[in-house]
Nanobody, 127 residues
Framework: QVQLVESGGDSVQAGGSLRLSCVLS????????MGWFRQAPGKQREGVAY??????????SASVKGRFTISRSRDNGKNTLYLQMNSLTPEDTAMYYCAARLFATSEMCKDSEYNYWGRGTQVTVSS
């Protein structure tokens, strides 16, 4: 079984920063690619960024490039995914989800490519 638990969501003013975290617990081990998605009220879930096990990453949304940074760490067998978000705008307001899958595919910005999901953490940016 794989569990993903996000944290770090909060309410901030425009221009502020937040750092989201997601801990992946996998009882059977494995090599996981991980990604961040977000869903704003009334909108479809969209990919934000993803990162391969080796550390290379891609940003799915042009609106976050240069403002968000995805990274990951591995300590004592525990994988942690991060999303550093700077210069936040009200348009970044959404529920942010962490996702994971074994290995990788060429369509990692699509939510259909992921097998495991966290419950989400809310980010609210006020003007």
């Amino acid at each position: 079984q794989v569990q993903l638990v996000e944290s770090g969501g909060d309410s901030v003013q425009a221009g502020g920063s937040l750092r989201l975290s997601c801990v992946l617990s996998a009882y059977t081990g494995g090599t996981y690619s991980m990604g961040w998605f977000r869903q704003a009220p009334g909108k479809q879930r969209e990919g934000v960024a993803y990162i391969y096990p080796g550390g290379s990453s891609t940003y799915c949304s042009a609106s976050v490039k240069g403002r968000f940074t995805i990274s990951r760490s591995r300590d004592n067998g525990k994988n942690t995914l991060y999303l550093q978000m700077n210069s936040l705008t009200p348009e970044d307001t959404a529920m942010y989800y962490c996702a994971a899958r074994l290995f990788a595919t060429s369509e990692m910005c699509k939510d259909s490519e992921y097998n495991y999901w966290g419950r989400g953490t809310q980010v609210t940016v006020s003007s």
